[in-house]
């Protein structure tokens, strides 16, 4: 596949990536199903956010077009906190679910940590647990929040060296942040990590090979933020009053002056659902029917 250029600026998308990654999917779950196993993601949503349920129904779209089953469990946005807690408990100890997903937005005054540590380890595909987060800093089997983990894939399929390489990645969010400076860091680059209370941007982002910006604000890294030849990966997925979708890079002054740009939409997104499937299909491969009757009867 030609990749697009614009000016000087190789255009990254995830969009073939993610091709090969529900390929790899997809063959998965029919090894696991001549075996007669059947990978099943659950999805638990509470609330009325048309956007959310459209992310969802790509998902669940996404997921039978790979062979393998999705449950959307819609609780609705008026449900409580113990409501969500007993059907995360039952999920992660029913045998035929193999992976869950814990969707936000929540309810008003529910809050997600409060809900995302009853997620099995083993079946928390998007690595929301704390556990999942702990076992991923000491190096231990965990599943990395796919969109961090998408982050680095796109890296690697461009061959984007980051070994040895400054990285700067700006926000600190559990859910990207955090998880990718370990991920990175366990690919032997340096990495920085930029918050709000970092002072001038550009003091970190100039002297970056690779820039991933993930902190949820339309225009933050601008053209003169960076220095020519870095790379930048948007993670940023923000909405505007027409309904579009933009990241957190200005795009029109990045363009020309950085290597490569990830875009927004068509980017880490795609990938990062890809990811979710693939994640499902390993969980599904890792857990024996054995293990999991193990496991339900050891938490009644």
Known sequence: MKTEVLGNTKLLSGKGLAGLIQQRAREETRALENSGRHPVLAVVVATDDESTHWYVRSIERAAERLGMGCRIVDLGPDATEQVLASVLTDLSTEPSVNGIILQTPLPVGVKADDLVGLIAPEKDIDGANPLSLGRLAVGQPAFAPATARAVVELLDHFQIPVAGQNVAVVGRSAVVGKPLSLLLLEKDATVTICHSKSGPLE???????????AAGRTGLLKGSHISPQTVVIDVGTNVLPDGSLVGDVDEASVTGVAAGL??????????????????????????SPTTLLTASISRI
Do not use: F, I, K, N
Not at 203 to 213: H, I, P, S
Not at 266 to 282: C, K, Q
């Open 203 to 213: 003091r970190y982002t100039q002297r970056a090979d690779v820039v991933v910006v």
């Open 262 to 287: 990830s875009p927004v939409p068509g980017g880490v997104g795609s990938v990062t659902t890809a990811l979710l499937l693939l994640h499902t299909v390993e969980a599904a491969r890792q857990q």
